[in-house]
């Protein structure tokens, strides 16, 4: 993708998120019933937790809701480009503003037991910045630990597909973007349109092999069909491919 309109899907959903934060946020206020499914497939006991996209930390909450020993200090790092939403954000630890479609966007945070990129690397334009950034994600895990996706699958569901929208209607044509980005409409609130990546079991499955990534397991989960996101669940791979079960319990710190 051309970097000149990556950058103009960056900020055709910045914008959305600024002008529609409050509504959005209150639209996902109840945990999805695939959170607590992915816990069934992580490590127990985590003692950080990065959160790439975190909105306004809602994965967060859970986990506190769910485990109330987590160290509200440095238990949990949520990041995300989204001034607004952080600003409501009422999670433990710690949240922090970055640009996740740069290079170096999760430098200098430390290791953690679990990474989590719920609902985010979707909005990443272009294969490239999306495989950097998983890359990115490898990086920041510790020994033994775990990264989990979450992807929103929407084109499996006729309510869905209906937000569909013409790229013409923010200025470009399908020959801008690539196979499998798609512009879908918002109407809580008023007319918003986001940008949003197809990223499916096969996408996933080569990214993740770009990345060093091994998958470790997948389910669908979410919506009012109980199917709307494929969560991921990844290891650091070995030489064969597979994934590393090694499990260390050290402090967060690099």
Not at 84 to 94: I, Q, R, S, T, V
Not at 127 to 137: F, G, N, P, T, W
Not at 153 to 174: C, I, T, Y
């Amino acid at each position: 993708m051309d970097e000149a309109v990556a950058r103009r899907l960056v900020a055709l959903n910045e914008a959305f998120y600024e002008r529609f934060a409050e509504p959005f946020a209150a639209s996902r206020a109840t945990p999805p019933p695939g959170f607590a499914r992915l816990l069934a497939h992580l490590p127990a006991a985590p003692s950080c937790v990065l959160d790439v996209g975190c909105g306004d930390g809602r994965f967060g909450r859970f986990l506190r809701a769910r485990d109330p020993a987590i160290d509200p200090t440095t238990g949990y790092t949520g990041v995300d480009f989204s001034a607004p939403l952080l600003a409501a954000g009422e999670a433990p630890g710690h949240l922090l503003r970055r640009d996740l479609s740069r290079p170096g966007a999760l430098d200098g945070l430390g290791s953690f037991d679990w990474v989590v990129c719920l609902s985010t690397l979707q909005h990443i334009p272009g294969h490239d910045h999306r495989a950097r950034l998983l890359r990115e994600m490898r990086g920041c895990l510790r020994p033994g630990g775990r990264l989990a996706l979450a992807n929103w699958q929407f084109l499996d569901s006729p309510r869905q597909r209906r937000k569909l929208r013409p790229w013409a209607e923010v200025g470009l044509d399908a020959a801008d973007v690539e196979p499998g980005d798609y512009l879908l409409a918002w109407q809580r609130g008023g007319y918003g349109l986001r940008y949003v990546a197809l990223l499916d079991a096969a996408a996933t499955a080569a990214l993740a092999e770009a990345a060093g990534l091994a998958v470790l397991a997948q389910f669908r989960s979410d919506g009012r069909e109980g199917d709307l996101n494929l969560y991921t669940i990844l290891a650091v791979a070995d030489r064969q491919g597979k994934g590393m079960q090694e499990w260390n319990a050290d402090s967060c710190a690099d």
